[in-house]
């Protein structure tokens, strides 16, 4: 497996959960990380404690679903930087309204919907077409995208736009191999079970801190980051599928 030393990452939805436990996990590996996402405080806390423990991080707060903002970002991160190794398209969202009788009860819960399409669809493809072209001219890159269980399978509880949006990205992450494996680019659809992250205040029937505690945990899906990270580049890790050991939830 290579060695990270050196490699430059831009995690998105880098503030909290997923994104910090890999940007902590990455940086010890050697990787200069770029954190995003749409508040600045959580990424300088980020930052900083990552800083501190002698890694290499830098902040770019933006919404991945405004594209000239992605877009500057990753020619910023190329300028600076002269190279984009790794991009990891994790910011994703999700509304409590989320099944079809809270849309016939209220038309206006779509609006919602339109959110979690923007941010978990649209959020990706920009980030994924503004570092194609660095990747495409190093002849090297990695794109590790997190999907869902429910974006691999059908899941009552993920709810219709963001069941959707998962199985999008799914699409997406297979069209970047298919396309761009001739020009070494790879790309993995990362697609955990529940873990515990923020995202799930926002479930209609909230988990018990016990139920929490059995879950797949940020640092858990660090873990898968980093791996697919040192993989070979000759070498394309199309999907990892993880789910929490214990079957709390049924479909």
């Not at 010890?28 to 990424?43: D, F, N």
């Not at 877009?71 to 990891?88: Q, V």
């Not at 990205?169 to 659809?189: F, K, L, T």
């Amino acid at each position: 497996m290579r060695t990270l030393d050196g490699k430059i990452v831009w995690i998105t939805g880098a503030g909290t959960g997923i994104g910090e436990a890999s940007a902590r996990l990455l940086s010890q590996a050697g990787m200069t990380v770029v954190l995003s996402g749409r508040r600045a405080e959580p990424l300088e806390e980020t930052a900083e404690a990552i800083r501190a423990s002698g890694g290499r991080a830098e902040v770019i707060a933006l919404d991945v679903a405004d594209r000239a903002a992605v877009f500057e970002a990753a020619a910023t991160i190329d300028r600076t930087h002269g190279r984009i190794d790794m991009l990891f398209a994790n910011a994703g969202t999700n509304v409590t309204p989320r099944n079809w009788g809270d849309a016939i009860a209220d038309p206006s819960v779509l609006d919602g919907w339109d959110t979690v399409i923007d941010a978990n669809i649209k959020g990706v493809y920009n980030g994924v077409a503004a570092v194609l072209p660095a990747m495409r001219r190093q002849g090297d890159g990695l794109v590790a995208i997190t999907s869902s269980w429910a974006g691999r399978f059908y899941s009552q509880v993920a709810g219709v736009a963001y069941g959707a949006s998962k199985h999008a990205v799914m699409s997406i992450s297979a069209h970047i191999n298919m396309q761009e494996g001739v020009n070494g680019i790879r790309a993995c659809a990362i697609c955990p079970g529940e873990v515990a992250t923020p995202i799930l205040d926002r479930r209609p029937v909230k988990l018990t801190p016990e139920e929490l505690e059995k879950l797949i945990q940020p640092e858990d899906m660090a873990e898968a980051a980093l791996f697919v990270a040192r993989m070979h580049p000759r070498t394309s890790i199309h999907e990892i599928l993880i789910a929490p050991t214990f079957p709390r939830a049924k479909g």
